[in-house]
């Protein structure tokens, strides 16, 4: 027994050594150190994008209310927070076409425009002067559209939408800085009444008396004399009997002493002929050969009319008194030089105040004198933009009724309605009834 353990032990003791495998160096980084920087990573990836939007909002968005005070005024912040662009693009519009025609009403605000939209383009457009805007109506074929104004909210949205969760919604931060300058708040057009029953015409003589019946109308002379009644303060006229108008029709009348001016031609040139109670006084060359006369109209003091040389586009007018020669009358100022007497227009004449309208594409502006020199800036008196109504009937003629203006327009059958304004200072306002 003790043999055999000692032959074991023996065994054992002279067994060759068992070698250790060798040692692997330990790597740089561990696994976990791998893990812990992928879940860094994918955080930071994930975060970024949204710290990077949300910072974009923050600064958009104070931007997008800036731009909507400087555009239309203390309205147009909360329009474009709440995405109602047609209201916004309507104020401004309304902004535009009242705008002097030099003036580039939009310039201040090129800057938040270009935050916006990041378009040259479109920065561009903000600083061009009013005229050149085709809804400005000065220029058939102008260079610019409001539709290039192409500013909306969507940068704002979309960035918001990024940066969600971090930032859960951007209305809270459209608010306009301490520093911008708001646009006075655009006016709304005067809504034009509907009138009925002028028929479409032109002529030198148009004359309206208030009588205990109603308001006479008549207009042109011989054949093409129509007499028209209204019994409603010109809202609406019926046809009437040319025996209502004897005494003022086919002339027009410097008031009820019998004086008026009647215009003739000599088969050369247009004459003003002073007609007094007891027959004609004298005469005055109006028009040279060649020339047609656009438009009359006179009170007590005397008679304007606008006359388009021939072979020219632009209108001139003349003011003529009684008893003595015309001589030109200053036209108005349009704002720029390029713009002139190139529209149709319609003249009236009340208390000495000469009124001029002037239809400058869908729109209607009129202006005004009465020291013959100078002249109001033009108002927009009828916009069609907000108003549509057809080019037929869009209120473009002038009638003087006593000390009202009516701007009214006209129909091919009595029964269809028109534009109608009326004015009681002498052409400075006009009003729907």
Known sequence: ?????????????????????????????????????????????WLYPRFDAAWKVHTLAPALADYGACMVGPTGPALLRDRQLSEFRA?????????????????????????????????????????????YGAMPRAPHALSELAVTPEPVVEQARKAWPIVRGYAALVKPSLGVKEAPHPVAPASPALGRGLTPARAYYRVARATPDGIVFARGAGANLEVFRSSDGGASFKPAPATLAKDFAERCPLGSDGRAFVLRGDGDATNVVSVGPNGDLSAAALAKSGESVLAVACDERGL????????????????????????VLPAPSLGRVELGLDYPLDLARVGGTTVLALKMGNLVRVTSSRDGASWTPLAV??????????????????????????????????????????SDDQGASFRGR
């Open 1 to 45: 027994m003790r043999t055999t353990l000692d032959r074991v032990r023996a065994n054992r003791t002279s067994a060759p050594p068992v070698e250790r495998p060798p040692e692997l160096p330990l790597p740089p980084i561990r696994l976990r150190f791998l893990l812990l920087l992928a879940l860094g990573a994918t955080c930071l990836g």
């Open 91 to 135: 104020l401004v519009r309304r902004r535009l076409v009242t705008a002097p025609a030099a003036e580039a009403p939009f310039e201040r605000c090129a800057g938040f425009a270009l935050a916006l939209s990041q378009d040259a383009a479109v920065e561009r457009a903000h600083h061009a002067q009013a005229f050149s805007f085709a809804e």
């Open 304 to 327: 304007v009319a606008a006359l388009r040389p021939e072979h020219a586009t632009r209108a001139v007018l003349e003011q003529c008194t009684f008893g003595g020669p015309c001589a």
């Open 381 to 422: 008196a009828y916009d069609g933009g907000e108003y549509p109504l057809p080019p037929a009937r869009m209120p473009t003629e002038l009638l003087a009724v006593g000390r009202r203006v009516l701007l009214h327009g006209s129909a091919v059958r009595p029964n269809d309605t028109y534009g109608l304004l009326y």
